[in-house]
Structures are given as C-alpha cells and as structure tokens.
C-alpha cells in the first residue's frame, strides 16, 4: 500500500517522467539498451567478488521462513574460465572447499548466472525474446521504463531448471518477466523473471528470481554488475511443496587476483530485502 501511494504520488507532481513512452521510443530504448547490455557483458572484466548468502526454507506459500544457512562464498571470474566459487564460510565457521564452477556440492538450493547469463539470454537474438512497454518507475532516483518480456521454451536454450539428488534432473523451461530500464543511460537497473512450461512431472514446480543491478567500480572503471539477488524455487516431495529461499548480497568488487577475505561485519545482521 505505501509504495503504491509513493507512486501515485511521483506520478502526480512530475507527469511528464511518469508518461509512458510511444512505441517507436520503445524500441529505441530497446535497441540501445540490448547494444549497451551485449556490448558491456562482452568486455566484462576479470574480477573477484564475496558473495553473502542467506539461504532459507518453508512450506509453499505460507512465507514463515526458517533459516536453513548463512554462506560466505568467493566468486572469481575472468574470461577464459568464466565463473569460479570457493565457499569460504558456513554458519560462521571456516570450510576447507575446491574451487569450482559451481557450488553444487553443497546441500539445499543453489543459483549462477547472476554475472552474465541471466542477462545476456534476455538480449540475444537466438532468444528471439518478445518485449512490450509496462509502465514507468523510479529506482534508486532513476527514472526507468519497465518491459514486460517473455522466452519461448524452445529459444531458452541458456536456461531450464535442475534438481540435485542422487541422480542430477533437469528440465527446460521458458521464462517471462519484467526489465528495469534506465531511460536515460539505457543500462539495466532490475530483472525478475519466473519459470514458465516446466515438465508437469517434474518435482520442481515453480522458480522466480529477481536481480539488481548498478554500475560497479573495478580498477577504476565502471561495469554493470550485480549488487542483489532473491532466488526462489517450490520443490514437490511426498505430495508436500517445499520453497526455498537464497538471498545474495554481492560485496566488495575487486581486481581479479586480489585475495576474499573475510572480516566481522560479514556476520552482521542482514535487513530483509523485499523487490
């Protein structure tokens, strides 16, 4: 209800910013943003980056989450390997662990492809993804166009849904959502997306995800990285539905090479953070 009125509010004193754009603006903001997006993704730099993650679980629907863990992981990634994890931490307490493209070997929930992938499978023309103009917002104080957008399951080739267990699952699946997009820089600012024809047979019967991004600081140059992400997924076990919940706070982008340490304030108290 408050954000609603905050927004209404917005809308009434400064209309102009409020006013959805034509059609033929929309697709210029498109075709600038996908350019941008593709271009900044194909000079991504090699960095370092500690990734705080909170992982949590509850009964379908109910929302009483229960904390399952609290990981502290070290993420690497350059162009020649692409993403590298070290888990660093667990509860509090250090872990002796390989690193390795994923960290898969942990139990529960895991996510990837918050660095390049979730984005660059919105852009790519394989994808072939269809995008119509939703309404305007602002995000930490920029004005934004938002697209509502959508994947066919037999263009996501980059994307689909796997089940850990004795033996791996998987299933394709579509996807549809909704951009952020800055009006004035053409950069993505936010993406949240959900799952679409997953194999009804399939235990996992519903994945959402929402990304943040901004523009980070890495050896003196910017790059659109992101800052925050909420991963979901409803898992069917026993005619029960089991959701869990991972939170990932990405901190202190550095140079890649530079060693992920861990400090205090990693252990702090996390506000729970709401798209």
């Known amino acids: 209800m408050k954000r609603t009125l905050e927004e209404a509010d917005r809308r009434r004193q400064n209309p102009d910013t409020a006013k959805l754009p034509t059609d033929k603006e929309s697709a210029a903001i498109l075709k600038k943003t996908r350019e941008n997006t593709l271009a900044l993704l194909a000079d991504m730099p090699d ?18 989450w229960r904390l399952y863990d609290n990981l502290i992981i070290a993420v690497s990634y350059s162009t020649e390997r692409g993403e590298q994890y070290k888990v660093l931490s667990k509860n509090g307490a250090p872990v ?31 994808s072939k993804t269809q995008f119509d103009v939703l309404t305007t917002d602002v995000m930490r104080n920029h004005k934004t166009v938002v697209f509502q957008y959508e994947i066919a399951i037999e263009n996501n080739k980059d994307g689909g849904v796997g089940l850990k267990g004795t033996i791996y699952q998987s299933s394709p699946a579509g996807e549809k959502g909704r951009i952020w997009i800055d009006r004035e820089d053409f950069r993505v600012l936010r993406i949240e997306y959900q799952l679409t024809d997953i194999a009804p047979t399939f235990p996992v019967k519903a994945v959402t995800k929402f990304i943040d991004y901004d523009q980070v600081a890495i050896a003196g140059e910017k790059y659109l990285l992101p800052i925050l992400s909420d991963f979901r997924g409803i898992v069917e076990s026993s005619n029960k539905r089991f959701e869990s919940r991972n939170v990932i706070r ?10 992920v340490t861990i400090v205090e304030e990693d252990s702090a108290p996390q506000p729970d953070e709401k798209p």
């Open 47 to 64: 960095f370092v980056v500690k990734q705080l993650i909170t992982r949590s679980e509850a009964y379908a629907g109910t929302g009483n």
């Open 96 to 126: 002796n662990s390989e690193t390795a493209n994923n960290y898969n070997g942990l139990d529960g929930a895991t996510s990837g492809g918050e660095f390049v992938e979730d984005l660059k499978k919105i852009f790519k023309p394989e």
């Open 250 to 259: 990405f901190k202190n982008y550095q140079k890649y090479g530079t060693e």
